[in-house]
């Protein structure tokens, strides 16, 4: 079965930067689009950064410049490199995928940054 596992999460101070993975098996990962989602405290989860299989990306406009998702594709992970981290930041980041038209998450890693 798919399964998404992320890594990375911690606590950092305004400024810092931390480097989040997220590692697939169960599917072809070279051809899947993958991306990352977050969700702060009392808020909706909305999406970061997607990249698609051939490397395209697209990020939420309060990331851009910030953030760079990448991926290793002989690795089967996704990574998403995150600097200048605002106290806004703080959530908790999930892996995304979609696989035969069905959603799949990882359990999510929590980044929280302190002011």
């Known amino acids: 079965q798919v399964q998404l596992v992320e890594s990375g999460g911690g606590l950092v101070q305004a400024g810092g930067s931390l480097r989040l993975s997220c590692t697939a098996s169960?599917?072809?990962?070279?051809?899947?689009?993958m991306a990352w989602y977050r969700q702060a405290p009392g808020k909706q989860r909305e999406l970061v950064a997607r990249?698609?299989?051939?490397?395209?990306?697209n990020y939420a406009d309060s990331v851009k410049g910030r953030f760079t998702i990448s991926r290793d594709n002989a690795k089967n992970t996704v990574y998403l490199q995150m600097n200048s981290l605002k106290p806004e930041d703080t959530a908790v980041y999930y892996c995304?995928?979609?696989?035969?038209?069905?959603?799949?998450w990882g359990k999510g890693t929590l980044v929280t940054v302190s002011s």
């Open positions: 995304q995928t979609t696989h035969i038209a069905m959603d799949f």
């Open positions: 169960g599917i072809t990962f070279s051809i899947h689009p």
């Open positions: 990249i698609l299989s051939d490397s395209r990306t």
